[in-house]
């Protein structure tokens, strides 16, 4: 939980920098939200690895718990 939390915290800081730091013209701003769209997918990407690995996980938890009562 609280990793992403500070994941999501430094997003927004990383984010927030971007956008300073390339205001100057619209395209510049424009290609600094599509990179945080871009790291963002990666991070839901690497989320959703972990969620599946960790489900899957625990399934085969919960299947050699069942194998071992059978």
Known sequence: ???LVSIAILDVAVFVMSVFAVKD????????IYVHEEVLAR????IALTTAALSSA?????LIAIASVI
């Open 58 to 62: 625990s399934i085969m938890m919960i």
């Open 25 to 32: 013209s619209f395209l510049d701003v424009s290609m600094a």
């Open 1 to 3: 939980m609280y990793e």
């Open 43 to 46: 991070m839901r990407r690497i």
